[in-house]
Nanobody
Framework: QVQLVESGGGLVQPGGSLRLSCAAS????????MSWYRQAPGQERELVAS????????NYADSVKGRFAISRDNTKNTLYLQMNSLKPEDTAVYYC??????WGQGTQVTVSS
């Protein structure tokens, strides 16, 4: 079975940082564009960031530009999301995704005082 497994979520104070990881297996990771999505309570799932297969091209939601950084290590089949200057509105379940329909189970990020 192909799968994505997220890790690294947790509770952090406003202004703090977290680094999420997504371990991929069952497909050729280096061929795929990868993305992070998030879903806050009562909200729709939204795209946070994407990265091209080679890691050269990235894009971000306006709400996280300058604070979050997506990256990948194709030798380790792993996707990352570095989150800095976290705000309470960043609180959500964060999901790893790749085309055409593969999602991770999600990891909870809570930003609170």
């Amino acid at each position: 079975q192909v799968q994505l497994v997220e890790s690294g979520g947790g509770l952090v104070q406003p202004g703090g940082s977290l680094r999420l990881s997504c371990a991929a297996s069952g497909f050729i990771f280096s061929w795929n564009r990868m993305s992070w999505y998030r879903q806050a309570p009562g909200q729709e799932r939204e795209l946070v960031a994407s990265i091209t297969s080679g890691g050269v091209g990235t894009n971000y939601a306006d709400s996280v530009k300058g604070r979050f950084a997506i990256s990948r290590d194709n030798t380790k089949n792993t996707l990352y999301l570095q989150m800095n200057s976290l705000k309470p509105e960043d609180t959500a379940v964060y999901y790893c995704y790749t085309w055409p329909d593969l999602w991770g189970q999600g990891t909870q990020v809570t930003v609170s005082s």
